[in-house]
C-alpha cells in the first residue's frame, strides 16, 4: 500500500487535490481511499488530506500517519516541526516552492520534487490554487500514477474553459518539476 498526506491552507486546494488523485488511481485499476481532516473550517487554516492506493481493497480508514509521500501545497507549513514526522524511509516529497530545497529536510527523504506550483496556477488558472499544478508534478516525481490518468481526473470537477486551464496547470507541473535524489 502506498500513503500521501497533503498539507495545504483552506482555499489550496488541498481536499479536491487528494480526490483528484484517487480517481486517476482507480482510473488505472487500483483500490483507493480518500479523505480530509479540517481543523478550522475556514480559508487559510490547515488542512490535511490522505489518499491510500492499494492492488487489494483496503480496509483502513484511519489518518495517515505513516506517509510514503507528502505533497506540501503551502511552502511555509515546512517550517512544522511534525511535517516529516512518520515519513517512511525511502519517502518522497512534493513542495510547492518558487526556491529549490537546500538541504534534505528529512534523513527519510528518498527525492523530492519541487516546482513553483503557485506561480504556474497564476499564470494558467488565473489564482493561487496549485493543486493541479502539484498532481502533474506527483505524476513524474513518482511515477505511480500516469498523466493521462490524472488529466482525466479533472473532467470530474472541472469542465469549458475551468478545465483547461487547470490541463495546462498540470501539464507544466509534470514538465517543469524539478527532482532531487538523496
Not at 517550517?79 to 514526522?85: E, I, K
Not at 493543486?131 to 481526473?153: D, M, P, R
Not at 470537477?157 to 535524489?181: M, P
Request: charged share 20%; hydrophobic share 40%.
Amino acid at each position: 500500500m502506498k500513503e500521501i498526506r497533503f498539507h495545504g491552507r483552506g482555499g489550496q486546494g488541498a481536499v479536491l487535490a487528494a480526490r483528484m488523485l484517487a480517481i486517476a488511481f482507480v482510473a488505472e485499476g487500483k483500490c483507493v481511499a480518500s479523505f480530509p481532516m479540517y481543523g478550522f473550517e475556514r480559508r487559510g487554516a490547515p488542512v490535511v488530506a490522505f489518499t491510500r492506493l492499494d492492488d487489494k481493497p483496503i480496509q483502513e480508514k484511519t489518518q495517515i500517519y505513516n506517509p510514503d509521500c507528502l505533497v506540501v501545497i503551502d511552502p511555509g507549513l515546512m517550517n512544522l516541526p511534525t511535517l516529516f514526522s512518520g515519513l517512511k524511509p525511502e519517502g518522497i516529497l512534493l513542495l510547492n516552492s518558487p526556491r529549490p530545497l537546500k538541504n534534505q529536510p528529512s534523513e527519510n527523504l528518498k527525492l523530492a520534487g519541487v516546482v513553483n506550483a503557485t506561480q504556474i496556477a497564476v499564470e494558467e488558472v488565473g489564482r493561487d490554487v496549485p493543486n493541479t499544478c502539484l498532481l502533474g508534478a506527483l505524476a513524474a516525481t513518482t511515477g505511480w500514477v500516469g498523466l493521462k490518468s490524472i488529466l482525466s481526473s479533472l473532467e470530474e470537477y472541472f469542465s469549458g474553459d475551468l478545465l483547461q486551464r487547470n490541463i495546462r496547470s498540470t501539464e507544466r507541473g509534470f514538465r517543469e518539476v524539478k527532482v532531487l535524489r538523496w
